[in-house]
């Protein structure tokens, strides 16, 4: 996705399932959620280990979230090889997520091709956090 689409994508959304999301402040996942919440995003948890984080009820799948719980970006930390699994989650959701989003590392070029065909963007091994503060920030001093 070039720029553009990802302001747009920014603009759009309203609720960013962060899959892999962890409880401890310390952690990425935990970082990235809380930046996006601090940013009007619902952040909805997605880990089975966790009942809450971030004042959001957490659930231990995508499929797992209520269909009526519209899902507009699935941002993922989780080993490149637990992609396909998410994927398929994310391709069975109704309404289907926007965007697939694998965080910095995260790599599964196969998925590309089959989220587009769905009609989902994608991205991999990029930082939706640090994206966000690079597209959204107003212009420095010039």
């Not at 289907?96 to 790599?107: I, Y």
Request: charged content about 25%; glycine content about 8%; some cysteine.
């Amino acid at each position: 996705m070039d720029d553009e689409a990802l302001r747009e994508m920014f603009r759009r959304a309203r609720t960013i399932a962060v899959v892999g999301m962890s409880g401890n402040p310390d952690r990425d996942s935990y970082e990235v959620g809380a930046y996006l919440k601090a940013h009007g995003y619902r952040v909805i948890p997605v880990n089975p280990a966790l009942t809450e984080a971030l004042g959001e009820r957490a659930y231990p799948s995508l499929a797992a979230i209520p269909p009526e719980t519209g899902v507009d970006v699935v941002d993922v930390f989780r080993r490149s090889e637990a992609v396909p699994a998410i994927v398929d989650e994310a391709l069975a959701r109704s309404p289907r997520p926007r965007v697939l989003w694998l965080q910095l590392t995260v790599r599964h070029p196969g998925s590309g091709p089959r989220l587009t065909e769905a009609g989902v963007g994608f991205v991999q091994d990029r930082c939706l956090m640090s994206e966000h503060r690079r597209l959204t920030s107003p212009p420095g001093p010039g």
